[in-house]
């Protein structure tokens, strides 16, 4: 069936003394568009770029750090950029003459990353938090678009834009809304998603790798990390001691030296955790929850905590172009659960990065184990979230699980499992048959 796609413009009642903070998204926003523009835009000296993964690999990071947005409003903002540089050079191309693209409408690009769409309300990420806005509905909304599409469970959200009319002083969603497939089809659809779930799970570390997935690749060294941080706390310390204005200079540019060092390393970390997942075919990648680290994960520093946010955004704003969902799952004992039987306890650590269970002897490497019960969790979530099409069969929880072979290579397992309980014993078995 073709898709219907409608827009429908709700005005937004927004909380007292917040509308400042959606101002200020704005600007922002923009901010992140212009810069964008001015960098892409190289006609008539050089062909303009119209690669968004370019554009995110030179820009995000000046942005991110300039502006106070969301890592997806940040990219929003790039991309519509792109988008609109694209089709200058089109026009460029068909003989007609435009220049670099400007932005200064007041608009906003929101997705079900930045804002979240509810029947009756929207919430916003801003600078400051998120917004809740309700919808100023008519008393007789029947036969409006507001009506007919947006109370209308048929209809999805899809990318919106938030805008301002300032002659009203009024803020308005301009949602974009598809109406979703009939309950056949859907059903259909579900279950032949979930024949195609594959989760990466993804164990984050202060010490040793950085990253270890569950298909048993080890990334990143953090143990590096640690130490060039500390190298470069010790000369800026020393420096700071000297009180020149010559080393007031270098130690500035020593921090961003520092901070695209770590950054890089940060790339590399993400590119490698998107391989893994397109290499195995995945369709998510699971990490543990990221916030209060510190308190929860022994070593952890302000600076852990900053870099395993900013990876897991890099990890997920590239995989939205690979089409790769990125969750966050509760990191409740995924350090003390066996991978193989199931069995959960604390003393299941043999040592720091060992594992050894109690129960059924499996040995393993520890953030490899944590990062298969990371993705079983994920795996458990989503298929708690849909409709058994057989009726509901008891307790079947369907886990992806990496295994590596003798000679290194990686099986992927998709295994029907019972509750609590999982095999790395590759079966052909999937949900929803
Ligand atoms: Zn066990």
């Not at 109370?151 to 974009?176: C, I, K, P, V």
Request: charged residues 30%; negative net charge.
């Amino acid at each position: 069936m073709e898709d219907v796609i409608r827009t429908v413009k709700v005005k937004l009642d927004v909380p007292e003394g917040r509308c400042d903070d959606l101002h200020q998204t704005k600007e922002q926003f923009l901010h992140c568009a212009n810069t964008t523009a001015a960098w892409a835009w190289r006609h008539p000296d050089e062909h303009c770029v119209t690669s968004k993964q370019q554009a995110e690999t030179a820009l995000y990071d000046r942005l991110r750090n300039e502006t106070e947005l969301t890592a997806n409003l940040v990219q929003k903002g790039i991309r519509r950029a792109i988008e609109a540089t694209k089709s200058g050079v089109a026009r460029l191309k068909k003989g007609e003459t435009t220049s670099q693209p400007q932005f200064d409408a007041w608009s906003v690009v929101y997705d079900k990353r930045s804002a979240t769409f509810h029947r009756d309300h929207v919430s916003l990420s801003t600078v400051n938090g998120r917004v809740e806005c309700e919808y100023v509905i008519p008393d007789d909304p029947e036969e409006t678009p507001i009506g007919e599409h947006l109370l209308n469970e048929e209809y999805e959200f899809r990318m919106s834009t938030l805008q301002y009319d300032r002659s009203t002083e009024a803020f308005y969603l301009h949602a974009r809304m598809r109406r979703t497939t009939d309950d056949h089809e859907q059903s259909a659809a579900a279950s032949s998603d979930a024949e195609h779930r594959t989760v990466l799970g993804v164990d984050l570390n202060v010490d040793g790798s950085l990253a270890v997935t569950s298909t048993g690749a080890f990334i990143g060294n953090a143990d590096e990390m640690n130490h060039r941080r500390r190298e470069f706390e010790k000369t800026r310390g020393s420096m700071q001691q000297t009180g020149t204005r010559s080393a007031h200079l270098s130690i500035q540019s020593m921090d961003d030296r520092e901070h695209r060092w770590i950054q890089d390393e940060l790339h590399r970390a993400s590119n490698q955790i998107l391989d893994e997942a397109r290499n195995h075919g995945c369709t998510h990648i699971a990490f543990e929850d990221l916030t209060d680290i510190r308190d929860r994960m022994a070593g952890a520093k302000r600076f852990h905590a900053w870099a395993f946010r900013r990876l897991y955004e890099y990890v997920e704003y590239k995989a939205e172009m690979l089409e790769i969902e990125v969750e966050q799952v509760s990191p409740a004992y995924t350090s003390q659960r066996c991978s193989k039987c199931g069995f959960t306890h604390e003393r299941n650590r043999g040592s720091k990065h060992q594992f050894a269970c109690q129960k059924c002897d499996y040995e393993l490497n520890a953030d490899y184990n944590a990062s298969k019960n990371i993705a079983r969790k994920l795996l458990k979530r989503l298929h708690s979230g849909q409709k058994s099409s057989d009726g509901g069969a008891p307790c079947q929880c369907a886990l992806t699980s990496g295994t590596l072979n003798l000679n290194g290579g990686f099986t992927a397992s998709v295994d029907s499992t019972t509750e609590g309980e999982s095999t790395d014993k590759p079966t052909t078995s999937v949900v929803g048959h």
